[in-house]
């Protein structure tokens, strides 16, 4: 086990995956000589060269476009989107090329692409900074969707994404870029689009992904001192969602609640209360809750400790659920 941050964790990733991949390369603005806006490809375009490492301009269309070209020849890129916002003048190369060409040739070409977006809040930046935008892709058919929420997950998660032959979107919580956990380097845990129960719990299910894990950690450890015991399921994936340990969990507490940064309207929460609500409606105690941010464009940095989901807002809506 070594102690490492969420950027160290990526960063080693993705040395392992350009060492063992001699056809992988990492591409998009300022990946190379400066090491990413957020470091986590640092030192990358020293030890791999400039043609493997690859300064892009400022181009998000550009940068999907020609990887898509690239993968359609051999090669397996890694793009970075430099924020969450800047993703939309790629969108429709990701979501008309990329995701429907290996369906369109019937399975004949293959895309193994990689897309890694910083996403969410809680650094003090404005709009196109801090944004969510993870239902777009995973509403999209035939676009893997992951997202990792501890350096253990990072560092496995990246290589598993780079090791497929289907194109991942993958999303970085950036502000869980500086947390520091323990990395197991020797084995993954999990497969790449499995849940993980981090708590087990009799009380309420919390289901979370991304930055919110840690919140609803937090949450179960402080409601646990009101003598509380509740389940905690990182979802990990986000399309295919691995929807199994959420059944089983709900089915045996009879309540949940769904916490996510992005806009309630249409998210990944209401994807997940609806099939709770299919699949468990005879156990369930209560109404299936959403913990989200709210449905307006992100707030200035002034406002997104109201704006963005909390321990006290998940503590609040546990006990909703509990007063059923």
């Not at 030192?43 to 892009?56: A, N, P, W």
């Not at 998000?60 to 989107?81: N, Q």
């Not at 801090?130 to 496995?156: I, M, R």
């Not at 993954?188 to 499995?194: C, K």
């Amino acid at each position: 086990m070594t102690t490492m941050t969420m950027v160290k964790a990526l960063n080693e990733g993705l040395r392992r995956v350009l060492e063992v991949q001699p056809k992988s390369l990492v591409m998009g603005e300022d990946v190379g000589r400066l090491g990413g806006v957020f470091r986590v490809t640092d030192g990358l375009q020293k030890d791999f060269g400039s043609e493997r490492i690859i300064d892009t301009p400022l181009a998000e269309s550009g940068i999907i476009g020609t990887a898509i070209g690239l993968a359609m020849r051999g090669y397996r890129p890694i793009c970075e989107i430099q924020f969450d916002g800047f993703v939309y003048p790629a969108f429709d190369q990701l979501v008309s090329q990329l995701a429907k060409i290996p369906n369109r040739s019937g399975g004949r070409v293959r895309l193994p692409v990689v897309v890694r977006i910083p996403y969410g809040g809680g650094i003090g930046a404005i709009e196109h900074h801090s944004e969510s935008p993870e239902a777009y892709f995973a509403h999209t058919a035939g676009l893997k969707v992951v997202t990792c929420a501890n350096p253990n997950d990072a560092y496995w998660m990246i290589q598993q994404a780079a090791a497929g032959d289907d194109p991942v979107i993958f999303f970085e919580p950036k502000r869980r870029y500086q947390a520091k956990g323990e990395v197991a380097t020797g084995a993954s845990e999990l497969d790449l689009f499995r849940a993980r129960t981090l708590r087990e719990g009799r009380t309420a299910t919390l289901i979370a992904y991304g930055p919110t894990v840690d919140v609803a950690a937090n949450a179960a450890a402080a409601a646990a001192e009101e003598g509380l015991d509740l389940e905690v399921i990182d979802l990990r994936s986000l399309s295919p969602i691995d929807w199994e340990p959420l059944f089983a969990s709900v089915r045996k507490t009879g309540r949940a609640v769904i916490v996510h940064e992005a806009p309630g309207n249409i998210g990944i929460g209401a994807e997940v209360a609806a099939r709770i609500s299919e699949e468990c409606f005879y156990s369930l105690e209560s109404p299936v809750l959403r913990v989200t941010g709210y449905d307006v464009p992100y707030p200035a940095s002034r406002l997104e400790d109201d704006y963005l989901p909390n321990l006290d807002r998940v503590l609040d809506a546990v006990d909703r659920s509990l007063e059923y």
